[in-house]
């Protein structure tokens, strides 16, 4: 059967994780870091809530369901794309991840590009994403030791509604005071370069891997927000699009319906308002912090409400 399902995260807790999930996103728990609404890895997978699938892992329902994913997210050998929503209450670790060639030829795994929607920021919040100017790699790797590496990092003011697309190779941070929605390719391959000398719950400095970090960051890489997002049609943005995902926002008051086709899933987060959401005859109701996952040829899917949802497809 095809309805939207809605899907019980799976959470996080990190020493720079906040209180704002749990207090305006309807997530369960004090400090929570990262809600990971749309997962279906083996460090997690959400949950379906509520219809015939209640209860079941999106794993399994994947497992029992191949056709739900649709003919292009099928292509992958696993689950393309992991959606989190993250609450930054302090600064994320200064990191890069490697493309896929680099990964896949000293990783044996998929290297990562992702992409950041701001939902929410303090004033004067906002992100590290690449460098201010070309660097050269011994320039960086002398600002790795001597801890001045943030002085070189392009550190970009963001507001609600800012979206930056991170390629691979882009050395970058979540700052703290921004709370993001994040899409990424399913890949868990990080370098950590810079911790801002911070020691970790058990006292110790988190590992660094300057090494790696030094041969797969891309030192002309300059990033501005915005530079990829397109106006498709009223109230319908084009936020990012690589080979692993595409991420669109929809605001419900101005577009009332979209098509999930037999080529992807789709998966609707709610980043604000409350709208909800129709597939085949069948209703949901999306809240703030919410996601419903759509299973591919589900056909036209309705939208009543006034939200901004953000649909993560392939
Ligand atoms: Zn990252």
Redesign the pocket.
Known sequence: MIYPMKLKPVLKSYIWGGEKLAAKYGKDGGSVAESWEVAANASGSSVISGGEYDGMTLVDFLAAHPEALGTEAAKFEFFPVLVKLIDAASDLSV?V?PDDAYALANEGQYG?T?MWYVVECEPGAGMYCGFKRKVTKEELAEALNNGTITELLNFIEVKKGDCLF?KSGTV?AICGGVLVYEIQQNSTL?YRLYDYGRVGADGKPRELHIAKALEVADTSAVCRPGEDVKQLSDGVELLGACPYFTAVAYDTSRCTSTEVTDRSFSAFTCVDGECSVTAAGNACTLRRGDTCFVPAGAGEVSFAGKATLIEAKV
């Open positions: 990191q991840h990562k992702e991170i970058h990080t």
